[in-house]
């Protein structure tokens, strides 16, 4: 990130490129399920996002550490980023699931909860982009912050039913690689409400 940037577009840009980040690692975990061949790069290369995503936070708390005045506190700045690192990291042990399980093909919830993770991930990036007017756009701020709770129930109910059909299997073997897939994916759209809250912890200090 140049230092040339004025301080307070340094930090609201290198947000917005975290959570650009994590947006394009949920949507690769999509693309892996829909086209289910070479997941081993496929997972690899998510693995190559994830690390892109620590070199960006990573960045931020460099950037916190140098610069006295920020334009938000500097606590709030480093819990965005901590909860955006969190959602990637998440997204990337789901991917890594399917490799170290031997997962021969997924199962149709996992595929719609990464889509719920994605749709989760598109809302976090909405909002973040309305950091840099907050006072302005504090309406439409609010409205992706529900928006994320929704899909976050939503997640919840296609969890609990792929859970529930998963106690079906006969194969306890099957039951325990699917269990740690699921439990993946479902606190991958945990993490997007937590972006959430912290955020909305944000709309009530400074709107």
């Known amino acids: 990130m140049s230092i040339l940037l004025p301080r307070e577009d340094r930090f609201y840009s290198l947000i917005e490129a975290s959570a650009s980040n994590v947006c394009k690692g949920a949507e690769m975990l999509v693309a892996m399920l829909n086209d289910y061949t ?3 790069a496929k997972a690899k290369a998510i693995k190559d996002v994830e690390h892109a995503g620590d070199e960006l936070t990573h960045e931020t708390y460099e950037q916190l550490n140098r610069i006295f005045v920020t334009p938000l506190d500097r606590e709030d ?7 955006l690192d969190d959602v990637l990291d998440l997204v990337e042990a789901a ?7 031997s997962i021969e093909e997924p199962q149709p919830p996992a595929l719609e909860m990464a889509q719920l993770i994605v749709q989760s991930c598109e809302e976090v990036q909405q909002a973040v982009s309305h950091l840099r007017r907050l006072n302005k756009d504090r309406a ?3 409205d992706r912050l529900t928006e994320i ?9 296609v969890y609990r039913n792929a859970i529930q059909g998963l106690f079906l299997q006969s194969d306890p073997l099957v039951i325990l690689k699917w269990k740690q ?6 606190k991958a759209i945990d993490s997007c409400e937590d972006v959430a809250d912290v955020l909305h912890g944000v709309l ?4």
């Open 95 to 101: 991917a890594d699931d399917f490799v170290l399980c």
């Open 140 to 142: 439409v701020f609010r």
């Open 149 to 157: 709770n929704r899909l976050e129930n939503q997640g919840d109910e």
């Open 181 to 186: 897939v699921y439990d993946h994916l479902e």
């Open 204 to 207: 009530l200090k400074y709107a």
């Open 77 to 83: 700045i480093g819990a965005i980023s901590s909860a």
């Open 38 to 40: 070479d997941i081993t």
